[in-house]
């Protein structure tokens, strides 16, 4: 069974808000300390602008095929998540940290593995996959040591 280790950092994070946590209590009595909250305003794609897909013409012949319409609210998903990754690699450089937990939606998450480095993910406790930002933070215990008790 996983624990809430002291000096944990806790990322909860969707796609426009973190928040990241610091354990300061112990493994049998844990407590969060809010360390950081970000907001990235992220509006809705036909708020940002549309790119139309574009069309490719077959070198040969007379076959077409449709390009992907650019999805820029995904795209500040995708860069809030890098920042998030690049930050808390930074400090864990600077030893502020031993262990990680990060909890995000299945889409957050997939972003986040791809930008966490090496030594990020050697420290990882648990990834959650569920999105704990719109609940209370004296929820989110409980919510975390429900999850970790499953693993």
């Known amino acids: 069974m996983k624990k809430l280790k002291k000096n944990c950092r806790v990322l909860i994070a969707d796609g426009a808000k973190a928040l990241i946590f610091e354990n300061t209590g112990d493994a049998s009595q844990p407590h969060l ?3 950081q909250s970000f907001d990235s305003p992220n509006p809705p794609s036909r708020e940002l602008g549309e ?3 574009g069309r490719v ?7 077409r095929s449709a390009m992907e319409v650019t999805d820029f609210h995904e795209m500040a998903e995708e860069a809030f998540i ?3 990754a690049q930050m808390l ?5 600077k030893s502020a940290f031993t262990s990680l937990i990060i909890a995000a939606p299945p889409k957050a998450l997939s972003y986040w593995r791809a930008y966490q480095t090496d030594k990020l993910e050697a420290i990882t406790i648990a990834q959650i996959a569920k999105d704990y930002t ?8 409980a919510l975390l040591v429900k999850e970790l008790e499953r693993e």
């Open 33 to 35: 300390e809010l360390l």
């Open 51 to 53: 790119a139309r897909g």
């Open 57 to 63: 013409y077959s070198s040969a012949g007379t076959n």
């Open 82 to 84: 890098r920042e998030l």
């Open 89 to 93: 690699e930074a400090d864990r450089a």
């Open 134 to 141: 719109k609940n209370p933070s004296s929820e989110l215990v």
